[in-house]
């Protein structure tokens, strides 16, 4: 059973700063991506940035500039690094991950969430 340990969520100002890290229980090298989605309250879930096993990196275009994606395989953490922090910024931020199978299979797994509020 893998899990994702999301932390580092919480309020910041606009044009702050936060850092969100996810810890899965298995090495994060062994994901073929991994990465965050966010929801905001009425809206569906939306890709915000992820990190494929061989670091290449995607990003929304409403992210791209301001948030940064890493990966730590010696600590076994993902980061991200999100800067000059809007209010449409506000969500809950979900690690996701996904492993693939030697027959090509996919797995997906989910974080429990945390909330990120950037007041107006």
């Known amino acids: 059973q893998v899990r994702l340990v999301e932390s580092g969520g919480g309020l910041a100002q606009p044009g702050g700063s936060l850092r969100l890290s996810c810890t899965p229980s298995?090495?994060?090298?062994?994901?073929?991506?991994i990465g965050w989605y966010r929801q905001p309250p009425g809206s569906q879930r939306a890709l915000v940035a992820t990190?494929?096993?061989?670091?290449?990196?995607t990003y929304a275009d409403s992210v791209k500039g301001r948030f940064g994606i890493s990966r730590d395989d010696h600590d076994n953490v993902v980061h991200l690094q999100m800067d000059n922090l809007k209010r449409e910024d506000s969500a809950v931020y979900y690690c996701?991950?996904?492993?693939?199978?030697?027959?090509?299979?996919?797995?997906?797994?989910w974080g429990q969430g945390t909330q990120v509020t950037v007041p107006s």
């Open positions: 996701h991950a996904m492993r693939k199978s030697e027959s090509g299979d996919l797995y997906t797994y």
């Open positions: 990190i494929t096993h061989d670091r290449k990196t």
């Open positions: 298995q090495s994060v090298y062994t994901f073929y991506v």
